[in-house]
């Protein structure tokens, strides 16, 4: 069993405010990615990191921030929510090397903007 | 750049039978692997089944077997034996073992097992 951990699993927040999804890997894995997710549909990567102190913007244009300050932490971070930020939120880790180095998911997070 | 393509919304297959879900990719990378995972309604993603680009045998994993045609750049899960549990999205995925290095994924196709 995987261990990666998102929180909250669902939260419903107001217009304007500023929230934290949270994830935590106990792997070590070096890289870490946060997709988002409209239910039923594609994922769509919008932030990675190869290890401490490294992020990157994926290929889906995203008003949130995330950071990498410890390996098995890395924190998404939306200053100011808008109802267009509702969606699923998943968070992913793999190990290095290459061929079989699946990624690893947590469960996600259900973000609701009302 | 690397493209996956899942041309099938959804699937519908009878119980006890075999099902074939579609995959298609385009990649620069000359190694690459290709994953298959699966989504319950409950929105966890499941790690299915591997296969490298260049592994001579096609890859199965239980029930699961991957189709792989590298000419023609496919990459097809075949499910056998199909059980009710098997009703989730199914989302092909690919990753670049050089360059392009991030795991992309398709758009996903819904399977539905019918009792």
């Known amino acids: 069993e995987a261990d990666i951990y998102q929180t909250p699993r669902y939260l419903v927040i107001g217009t304007g405010k500023k929230i934290t999804l949270e994830c935590s890997q106990t792997?070590?894995?070096?890289?870490m990615y946060w997709y988002q997710q409209d239910p039923g549909m594609e994922l769509h990567l919008i932030h990675y990191?190869?290890?401490?102190?490294?992020?990157e913007k994926g290929d889906l244009s995203s008003e949130s921030t995330v950071s990498r300050i410890r390996t098995e932490h890395f924190p998404l971070t939306l200053e100011s929510a808008r109802p267009s930020h509702t969606s699923q939120y998943l968070c992913?880790?793999?190990?290095?090397?290459?061929?079989?180095?699946?990624?690893?998911f947590g469960q996600g997070t259900r973000l609701t903007v009302v | 750049a690397q493209k996956i393509t899942q041309t099938q919304p959804g699937m519908f297959v009878q119980e006890k039978e075999a099902v074939t879900l579609d995959c298609t990719y385009d990649?620069?990378?000359?190694?690459?692997?290709l994953f298959w995972y699966k989504q319950p309604s409950s929105g966890e993603m499941i790690f299915l089944i591997y296969?490298?680009?260049?592994?001579?045998q096609n890859a199965t994993e239980g029930r699961y077997s991957l189709n792989f045609q590298k000419a023609r750049k496919s990459a097809n899960l075949v499910i056998s034996a199909s059980q009710l549990g098997d009703s989730a999205m199914y989302f092909c995925?690919?990753?670049?073992?050089?360059?392009?290095?991030?795991?992309?994924f398709g758009a996903g196709t819904r399977l539905t097992v019918k009792p």
């Open positions: 992913a880790s793999r190990g290095t090397g290459s061929g079989r180095t699946e990624a690893f």
């Open positions: 792997m070590g894995h070096d890289k």
């Open positions: 990191s190869y290890g401490v102190n490294s992020t």
């Open positions: 990649t620069s990378d000359p190694s690459y692997g």
């Open positions: 296969q490298g680009s260049y592994d001579q």
């Open positions: 995925a690919m990753r670049g073992l050089y360059n392009n290095n991030d795991m992309r």
